[in-house]
């Protein structure tokens, strides 16, 4: 496959954020945009928002693999006039349409009165963000197709890894068809490629532990960032891990910012200015409470799949990564 970004020499490549959600991606999207004069575009393909993320959402892709539609609507999400309430504004449009219930779930309407004004929030201070001509894009949905994106697209990507711990802790917390993981382990194993593709530890998992909650999220976790990590690498994405951004790590941040090919790295006001995702007062330097969080039979389900699968990437009792695959420096992209 021709990679469309190099065939145009006056253009720079596509900026793709990738992790699985809960991750902190939309920490360093926002606190990247600030810093670089980039137009945030969150999570566009997102299945509830567009008939592309529907069908591609979640979907294994190889380097060489052909997806017209999915580049051609890919280039109007990171180069053309691509505008979306969901990438634009976060805010749902589905989840804005009164109903009867409101009137008597007095929850409802009040996380319905919610909805409207972060609206109304996300549009006054996002106006300024959305004429800025360069973007990076947040993908939470797309880690299998990684290596098509950096090879057949030609996209600068990097892969934001977080201990599966917190991811866990916080998709189990938050709910709601958001964060079902034994419905998304359902969407990953009814995947032709991936089905043909996933190893035996897997899916031993998938069909002795994936209805429990806290296993189905955790092999999710294994699904979107250890199966394929040899593919990531080879691919030219490097992966960055969320604990060393956090303290500070230069290395990690130097990498990230060279590996999306830019210069500014965010001040400490932006890094500590509140996630989009999260609560009003999250402070990085506290993120790492997720442990205390979790309950011990759940943190037993995720040691269980982390283990069954032979993940290299992290350890429960361990809050730091164990395998730096960031240090294996910047791939070209």
């Known amino acids: 496959m021709i990679n469309m970004w190099r065939a145009v020499p006056d253009r720079a490549p596509p900026r793709i954020l990738a992790g ?12 990247l945009a600030e810093a670089n004069e980039l137009r945030p575009v969150f999570e566009p393909l997102h299945p509830s928002t567009s008939a592309i993320g529907r069908t591609w959402a979640g979907r294994w892709l190889d380097a060489d693999d ?3 539609e999915l580049a051609a609507w890919l280039e109007q999400v990171c180069h053309g006039a691509f505008r979306q309430w969901w990438a634009d504004y976060r805010v749902r449009t ?11 779930d007095r929850v409802a309407a009040i996380e319905f009165a919610r909805r409207w004004r972060k609206l109304w929030r996300q549009r006054r201070t996002g106006r300024k963000r959305l004429r800025r001509p360069e973007r990076l894009v947040k993908l ?40 079902a993981p034994v419905d998304q382990l359902g969407r990953y194993l009814a995947d032709p490629v991936l089905g043909e593709r996933l190893p035996p530890a897997y899916r031993a998992v998938a069909s002795e532990l994936a209805n429990q909650p806290a296993s189905a ?7 979107e960032n250890e199966l394929r990590a040899a593919d990531y690498v080879s ?25 999306l090919g830019l210069d500014q ?29 979790l309950d011990s039979a759940t943190a037993a389900r995720i040691d269980e799949v982390l283990q069954a699968v032979h993940a290299r990437l992290y350890r429960m009792r361990d809050p730091v990564p164990l395998l730096a695959l960031a240090r294996s420096g910047p791939g070209t992209v």
């Open 20 to 31: 699985s959600g809960r991750s902190g991606t939309t920490w360093i999207l926002d606190a």
């Open 140 to 179: 939470i949905r797309a880690n299998l197709m990684l290596p098509w994106l950096a090879r057949g697209f030609g996209a600068r990507c990097v892969l934001l890894v977080r201990h599966p711990g917190a991811v866990v802790e916080s998709q189990l917390r938050l709910g709601g068809d958001d964060w």
């Open 66 to 68: 052909e997806v017209p």
């Open 217 to 223: 999220a955790a092999l999710n976790w294994c699904i």
């Open 265 to 293: 790295r965010p001040v400490i006001e932006d890094l500590r200015r509140p996630s989009q995702q999260a609560a009003v007062r999250w402070d990085p330097a506290t993120s790492g409470d997720w442990s205390a969080r």
């Open 94 to 104: 589905d989840r804005l349409r009164p109903s009867t219930a409101l009137l008597r």
């Open 235 to 259: 691919a030219g994405v490097p992966y960055v891990h969320y604990e060393h951004l956090q303290a500070g790590d230069e290395g990690a941040w130097s990498l990230l910012l060279a590996s």
